[in-house]
């Protein structure tokens, strides 16, 4: 019996949550990356000739010519993951910032864990001289809530504080304690503009010397900002794809890059998308003619089969688990059935799932 779902020829069909679901071992889920970036797995995915190879990321070159393109994330992630002790209780409560409100008062979207404990007014400490206290002002969603943090001091220095406080946000399929490596290669090399709550996964497997590499052989560099949050990650709960909202993220695709890319798609280069994250920013500003806009605002674009691409033709990406929007949007891109196969194919080779896991470039 195959791993994961056969669908039916019907494209409609493919819109189906259940189209997505397969039986990922759990030892492939990869709690710590490769040892170095440029040596995980590569499996490459050739769409024309529906062939499938297995090489090392730092094979990827040889699939580039000069002039070629990467449009990179560069977002940057910050350690999201806080832990503070209730007043009173002096009970532990994992706080995870999602994203600023307002930065004159300080305010945050946060989830909280456990989050029956924490009520509307409730204080938390942060540290141990208990120098920065939040207050809860609002609950958002069953985890969610809105955090009014307290501190004296400027602005920068608060920011320094939640810095010194917080851990890198690893998902929580990791179940280990944070390394401090994991401050290092939970971030892309190339990470610029922080505000991201999760790392763009497929950048992970560049190098310094790769890049370096792909600058001498002439490829250009395209850089937009999507600041990840977990929305990405949240689990479709709809049988119909159609209905499912994706939360939005901040983007930003400046001139320079919307120059590289237009470019080359006027030349017919290989314009290589490095993630999903850089596929959903283009997807969100292309121009009724097929060309990149300038964007400035936040995006809940929701990519699923079948869906035409209009500037990449190539991309880079992870393994995704069971269900995900990431799996669905790589569908799309590859074609169902073709990763149906792909996938089949990685688990019974063992190449590892998920955010520290092994990549993936489609052609």
């Known amino acids: ?3 994961i779902k056969l669908a039916t020829k019907n494209k409609n069909d493919y819109m189906k949550l259940s ?6 071992p759990n030892e492939l889920l990869a709690e710590y990356p490769a040892e170095n970036r440029d040596e995980s797995r590569l499996m490459v995915l050739n769409r024309k000739e529906q062939t499938i190879e297995h090489k090392m990321f730092k094979d990827i070159i040889d699939y580039f010519n000069e002039d ?3 449009i990179l994330n560069n977002t940057k ?9 209730k007043e009173k209780t002096g009970a532990r409560i994992e706080v995870f910032l999602l994203r600023e409100l307002n930065e004159e008062q300080r305010l945050w979207d946060v989830l909280v864990d456990p989050a029956r404990k924490i009520r509307i007014g409730n204080k938390l400490y942060f540290g141990d001289d208990d120098t920065l206290v939040a207050e809860v002002i609002d609950n958002t969603t069953s985890r969610g809530r809105t955090l009014r943090f307290l501190y004296d001091g400027s602005y920068r220095e608060f920011r320094i504080k939640l810095n010194e406080l917080g851990e890198t946000p690893l998902p929580k399929y990791i179940k280990r304690d944070v390394e401090p490596e994991d401050e290092d290669r939970y971030q892309t090399i190339f990470a610029k503009n922080e ?4 790392a763009p996964t497929a950048g992970l497997h560049f190098s310094k010397h790769l890049l370096k590499r792909f600058e001498i052989k002439g490829i250009n560099f395209a850089e937009v900002t999507l600041h990840v949050g977990l929305g990405t990650f949240n689990p479709v709960e709809v049988e119909d794809l159609s209905k499912h909202k994706m939360d939005s993220e ?5 001139p320079e890059a919307v120059k590289i890319v237009n470019k080359g798609l006027k030349e017919k280069r290989r314009i290589c998308a490095v993630g999903t994250t850089a596929i959903r920013a283009i997807e969100s ?3 009724t003619n097929g060309e990149l806009n300038e964007f400035d605002g936040w995006t809940n674009k929701f990519i699923f089969p079948p869906h035409d691409f209009s500037i990449a033709n190539c991309m880079v990406t992870n393994f995704h688990t069971p269900k995900s929007t990431l799996l669905m949007m790589v569908s799309a891109f590859a074609g169902h059935d073709f990763i149906k196969r792909a996938y089949e194919e990685a688990i019974k080779e063992g190449y590892k799932f998920y955010s520290y896991g092994d990549a993936m470039l489609i052609i």
Do not use: C, H, K, Q
Request: aromatic share 12%; glycine share 12%; net charge negative.
């Open 19 to 24: 189209n997505f679901g397969f039986e990922l």
């Open 68 to 70: 070629d393109i990467l």
């Open 250 to 254: 901040e983007l930003r695709i400046g």
């Open 285 to 287: 500003a292309v121009s």
């Open 195 to 198: 505000g991201a709550v999760a």
């Open 1 to 3: 019996m195959s791993i």
């Open 77 to 85: 992630v910050f350690p999201a993951r806080l832990y503070g002790n």
